[in-house]
């Protein structure tokens, strides 16, 4: 079962949007707080996106590029702008295509059915992104975005980052992240943990997150 988020700000055409697309055996959840679609998303996980463009706090296309920095997920513009610039920039912007409102709910149907055909028949595009707090890290790029900053890690960064995130706030011991880190290229000993943690801590300070990790005296680390 594929699942569709829908952005829309009417509550009205929300709800048909809805109830007509769980007709057709769709998983579907519609946006509330429009400040935090990008939370919404992630929670989500999502085939697919129907995004308008006029919402409250940021616009369509803010969202749009949001989102493209964590996944190529099909985006559908639904909007009652009809210029021809805002066509085209929804489509520069990420946007798999576009629709005008008033619309036929048939002909998006068939829309929708023609995008998920097209972006899944030959590849799998799940979403390989975690969250904790307004932090997400995306497994695929090894990048972490933190409200309007973003910034690379190593591998390594990347690895105990997300250990210690899907943990949930839980303390992960140094010796499970070793073993956690260690493969058939790369033997991670005591000194080398700790020289990725210390960058790893360094590179969320200067993103404004210098409390994340803390040092739990003869435990290991836990992220708050």
């Known amino acids: 079962m594929y699942k569709i988020l829908i952005v829309e700000d009417d509550h009205t055409i929300a709800e048909i949007l809805d109830e007509h697309l769980k007709k057709w055996g769709y998983e579907t959840s519609a946006v509330e707080e429009f400040s935090e679609v990008l939370s919404a ?3 989500f996980e999502p085939q697919l996106v129907l995004l308008d463009i006029n919402l409250p706090y940021y616009d369509g ?5 949001k989102i493209r920095e964590l996944s190529d997920v099909p985006i559908l513009f639904l909007s009652s702008r009809d210029s021809d610039g805002d066509k085209i920039r929804a489509i520069t912007q990420g946007g798999d295509d576009y629709m005008e409102k008033p619309f036929s709910l048939d002909l998006l149907t068939a829309k929708i059915s023609a995008i998920l055909r097209r972006a899944y028949s030959t590849s799998d595009r ?25 910034v ?12 210690l995130m899907k943990s949930q706030g839980n303390t992960v011991s140094r010796g499970r992240l070793m073993q956690y880190l260690w493969d058939d290229e790369s033997f991670v000993d005591e ?8 960058r790893l801590r ?23």
Request: glycine share 8%.
């Open 191 to 198: 000194n080398t943990l700790t020289v990725n943690v210390n």
């Open 202 to 224: 360094k590179k969320l300070s200067e993103m404004g997150m210098s409390e994340t990790i803390k040092t739990r005296k003869g435990e290991g680390y836990q992220l708050i």
């Open 126 to 150: 799940t979403l390989n992104i975690l969250q904790h707090g307004e932090m997400i890290l995306n497994l695929e790029k090894m990048q972490v975005l933190y409200g309007d900053t973003s």
């Open 41 to 43: 998303y992630v929670k």
């Open 152 to 163: 690379e890690l190593t591998r390594n960064e990347g690895r105990i980052l997300s250990l």
């Open 61 to 65: 296309f803010y969202w749009c590029s």
